[in-house]
């Protein structure tokens, strides 16, 4: 599976981004869709899943509420809105993929995307 994400930039905090992850390769089967990010000097952390059919959605409690994943099965792209977004959301997103249930540890997922960098200006 090869990921590509896109859609970060640099926007005022309140503001709103919405990214996008292309999957392509051999995307048949039952693979979950994740977003990580990580911030300078910290860990890469675990932000948002999306099962492929859509029906089951995790995400971390630093962005409930204002981050919804979602999917588009017909194009192989996920996405994540990010609105009312905090400096604290800066860094560089990633998306993955995996077969099976989500997990937040990134170590359990085999593919992934260059990131994307998202930079919030207070």
């Known amino acids: 599976v090869q990921l590509q994400a896109f859609g970060g930039g640099l926007v005022q905090a309140g503001g709103s981004l919405r990214l996008s992850c292309a999957a392509s390769?051999?995307?048949?089967?039952?693979?979950?869709m994740g977003w990580f990010r990580q911030a300078p000097a910290k860990e890469r952390e675990f932000v948002a899943a999306?099962?492929?059919?859509?029906?089951?959605?995790y995400y971390a409690d630093s962005v409930k509420a204002r981050f919804t994943a979602s999917k588009d099965n017909a194009k192989n792209t996920v996405y994540l809105q990010m609105n009312s977004l905090k400096p604290e959301d800066t860094g560089v997103y990633y998306c993955?993929?995996?077969?099976?249930?989500?997990?937040?540890?990134?170590?359990?997922?085999?593919?992934w995307g260059h990131g994307t960098l998202v930079t919030v200006s207070s």
């Open positions: 999306i099962g492929w059919g859509g029906d089951s959605r």
């Open positions: 390769g051999r995307t048949y089967g039952s693979y979950g």
């Open positions: 993955a993929a995996r077969l099976g249930a989500h997990t937040i540890y990134s170590r359990n997922w085999p593919y």
